[in-house]
């Protein structure tokens, strides 16, 4: 376990030392791709948070916090709207499962955040003003808007099929 958290460790540093604000691109640390990264801090994330809050010891808690810490903010700098969204679901998950008041609370307020962040950038038209967002097109009401179209489209495809 120690040795899983340390890797961890290892990785998100390393990952967030190849972040270029100048020049905006993903990060990709030890592993192939941007995508490889964020599968592997989405599925690792679990494991230290669970150290953080349920070792008895102090340096495996020191451990798991900061794995934790390092995976999310290595996480952030991926720039993935998938890696987010797992953010979101990881941090629901962790809150209802172990039931501490102050994570509940934290969580909620990340929650609150999170959601006033992506009403602003839905809200805000031209997004090629904004430096920290790497492609134009990602958070915008047209994106959104073309998403449902070609998912209703899918749906009545589906629905035409003669099983159904």
């Not at 190849?18 to 993903?26: C, N």
């Not at 996480?75 to 809150?95: D, H, K, N, P, Y």
């Not at 102050?102 to 909620?108: H, N, R, S």
Request: charged residues 10%; positive net charge.
């Amino acid at each position: 376990m120690v040795l899983f958290l340390g890797t961890l460790i290892a990785t998100g540093p390393y990952g967030l030392w190849q972040f270029d604000p100048g020049k905006i691109s993903a990060i990709k640390s030890f592993l192939g791709s941007e995508v490889a990264l964020t599968t592997y801090l989405i599925m690792s994330l679990p494991l230290g948070v669970s150290v953080a809050v349920y070792a008895r010891e102090h340096l495996p808690r020191t451990l798991g916090a900061s794995a934790a810490v390092l995976s999310i903010v290595c996480q952030l700098f991926t720039f993935s709207r998938a890696g987010m969204f797992a953010l979101l679901v990881e941090a629901i998950a962790l809150a209802g499962l172990v039931r501490n008041r102050l994570i509940v609370i934290a969580v909620g307020i990340m929650l609150a955040i999170s959601l006033l962040a992506v009403g602003v950038l839905l809200y805000i038209g031209d997004q090629s003003k904004l430096p920290f967002i790497p492609v134009k097109s990602k958070l915008t009401t047209y994106n959104l808007e073309s998403r449902f179209i070609a998912w209703e489209l899918g749906a009545q495809k589906v629905l035409e099929h003669p099983f159904f």
